[in-house]
C-alpha cells in the first residue's frame, strides 16, 4: 500500500512537472514512478512502523499554502514599505516531530515560506535564519515560525 501511494504522488509531480497528457508521457510517467517506487522503497514495513496517510499529506496542502500566502504578504509589506523593522537573525527551534521524514518536510515547508530558511537540522533542533525575528526564546520563536504545520505533519 505505501509503494502505491507513493507511486500516485510521483505520478502527479511528473504530470505536473511535464504538463502533457499525451501517452507516450503518461506511460513514461508512470514507469518511471514505479521504478523510482521499486527501487526505493522496502517491500514491507518494519514492526511497529506506522505508514504514512496520503488524505492526511493532501489535508497538509491547504495548511502549507495558507503559511506560504501569508509569509508572501509579509515579505511584500516590508519590500514595499521600508520603514518596516528588519530584524534578522538565527534562532533554534525545537519541534515534537520525531520520525526524520516528518523532520524533512516541516524543514522544507519552513524554507519554502518567504523570510525563513532552516539552516541545520540537529536531532529535534532547527537552527532558522528568520528575516523578522520577533523572539529569540526557543518555545515561543518556534509556536511562530511552525504555527499549525507540525501539528498537521504529525497526522500524516
Same mark, same amino acid.
Given at each position: 500500500?505505501?509503494?502505491?501511494?507513493?507511486?500516485?504522488?510521483?505520478?502527479?509531480?511528473?504530470?505536473?512537472?511535464?504538463?502533457?497528457?499525451?501517452?507516450?508521457?503518461?506511460?513514461?510517467?508512470?514507469?518511471?514512478?514505479?521504478?523510482?517506487?521499486?527501487?526505493?522503497?522496502?517491500?514491507?514495513?518494519?514492526?511497529?512502523?506506522?505508514?504514512?496517510?496520503?488524505? #492526511?499529506?493532501?489535508?497538509?496542502?491547504?495548511?502549507?499554502?495558507?503559511? +506560504? @500566502? /501569508? %509569509? &508572501?504578504?509579509?515579505?511584500?509589506?516590508?519590500?514595499?514599505?521600508?520603514?518596516?523593522?528588519?530584524?534578522?537573525?538565527?534562532? #533554534?527551534?525545537?519541534?515534537?516531530?520525531?520520525?526524520?521524514?516528518?523532520? +524533512? @518536510? /516541516? %524543514? &522544507?515547508?519552513?524554507?519554502?515560506?518567504?523570510?525563513?530558511?532552516?539552516?541545520?537540522?540537529?536531532?529535534?533542533?532547527?537552527?532558522?535564519?528568520?528575516?523578522?525575528?520577533?523572539?529569540?526564546?526557543?518555545?515561543?520563536?518556534? %509556536?511562530?515560525?511552525?504555527?499549525?504545520?507540525?501539528?498537521?505533519?504529525?497526522?500524516?
Amino acid at each position: 500500500m505505501q509503494r502505491l501511494q507513493w507511486g500516485f504522488v510521483l505520478f502527479l509531480i511528473w504530470l505536473g512537472l511535464t504538463g502533457s497528457a499525451d501517452i507516450q508521457e503518461l506511460m513514461a510517467g508512470a514507469a518511471i514512478a514505479a521504478a523510482v517506487v521499486w527501487l526505493a522503497i522496502p517491500g514491507g514495513n518494519r514492526a511497529g512502523e506506522r505508514l504514512w496517510s496520503l488524505p #492526511r499529506l493532501i489535508a497538509y496542502v491547504p495548511i502549507f499554502l495558507k503559511n +506560504l @500566502i /501569508l %509569509a &508572501n504578504l509579509d515579505v511584500a509589506r516590508r519590500v514595499l514599505d521600508p520603514r518596516l523593522p528588519i530584524n534578522p537573525g538565527i534562532v #533554534r527551534i525545537r519541534t515534537d516531530l520525531t520520525a526524520p521524514y516528518q523532520r +524533512l @518536510i /516541516l %524543514a &522544507n515547508s519552513i524554507t519554502l515560506t518567504p523570510g525563513t530558511i532552516t539552516l541545520e537540522m540537529d536531532g529535534q533542533d532547527m537552527y532558522i535564519h528568520w528575516l523578522d525575528v520577533q523572539d529569540a526564546d526557543p518555545q515561543r520563536a518556534g %509556536a511562530a515560525i511552525k504555527t499549525d504545520m507540525e501539528a498537521a505533519i504529525a497526522r500524516i
